[in-house]
T-cell receptor
Framework: ETGVTQSPTHLIKTRGQQVTLRCSSQSGHNTVSWYQQALGQGPQFIFQYYREEENGRGNFPPRFSGLQFPNYSSELNVNALELDDSALYLC?????????????FGPGTRLTVT | DAKTTQPTSMDCAEGRAANLPCNHSTISGNEYVYWYRQIHSQGPQYIIHGLKNNETNEMASLIITEDRKSSTLILPHATLRDTAVYYCIVRPNYGGATNKLIFGTGTLLAVQP
């Protein structure tokens, strides 16, 4: 079990609403990545934050945004929710700048958009 | 797109070795091979990674061919708890820049009692 935690565990939203998901990284890790995993698919990279700055982004529209705080915890915000946003959202923490780049994943937040 | 090819599913008898293959014929010289697994309803879990030498840790062994175009993850004594989707990923190992993981659909390993 990793030290990465995510909240909430499950969430149900209506199309058009906004949602904020939260992630606490493993102690000592300064990098947080967010992934979206649709049913039956592998996780897809959304973006990464390194020392509070966005440091790479996948093929996701601007309505997916994020923040990283001084304690390296992070938020994922999704505006104008669409039905296709229903997925498991995973965050992963790692120690950027080191020679060890294993990412440690949290248990995920299951988002359902109706 | 993922740079790896894996079988969709495999079965293994409990207590036997599970050998999971992965093809990565377009791997470049600075790319490492990483393996993660995802047990149902959990986040992916790091298993092992390597560049060109074989690697072993408490979870598994990684065998990389000499030309680095394919690799095999070996779970020496599979248990029911090893039932999971196993992902083979290639990526550069460098600091500061994005260390995103590009997942394919992985191999569903079913360990049978």
């Amino acid at each position: 079990e990793t030290g990465v935690t995510q909240s909430p565990t499950h969430l149900i939203k209506t199309r058009g609403q906004q949602v904020t998901l939260r992630c606490s990284s493993q102690s000592g890790h300064n990098t947080v990545s967010w992934y979206q995993q649709a049913l039956g698919q592998g996780p897809q990279f959304i973006f990464q934050y390194y020392r509070e700055e966005e440091n790479g982004r996948g093929n996701f529209p601007p309505r997916f945004s994020g923040l990283q705080f001084p304690n390296y915890s992070s938020e994922l915000n999704v505006n104008a929710l669409e039905l296709d946003d229903s997925a498991l959202y995973l965050c992963a923490s790692s120690l950027g700048g080191s020679t060890s780049y294993e990412q440690y994943f949290g248990p995920g937040t299951r988002l359902t958009v109706t | 797109d993922a740079k790896t090819t894996q079988p969709t599913s495999m079965d293994c008898a409990e207590g036997r070795a599970a050998n999971l293959p992965c093809n990565h014929s377009t791997i470049s010289g600075n790319e490492y091979v990483y393996w993660y697994r995802q047990i149902h309803s959990q986040g992916p879990q790091y298993i092992i990674h390597g560049l060109k030498n074989n690697e072993t840790n408490e979870m598994a062994s990684l065998i990389i061919t000499e030309d680095r175009k394919s690799s095999t993850l070996i779970l020496p004594h599979a248990t029911l708890r090893d039932t999971a989707v196993y992902y083979c990923i290639v990526r550069p190992n460098y600091g500061g820049a994005t260390n995103k993981l590009i997942f394919g659909t992985g191999t569903l390993l079913a360990v049978q009692p």
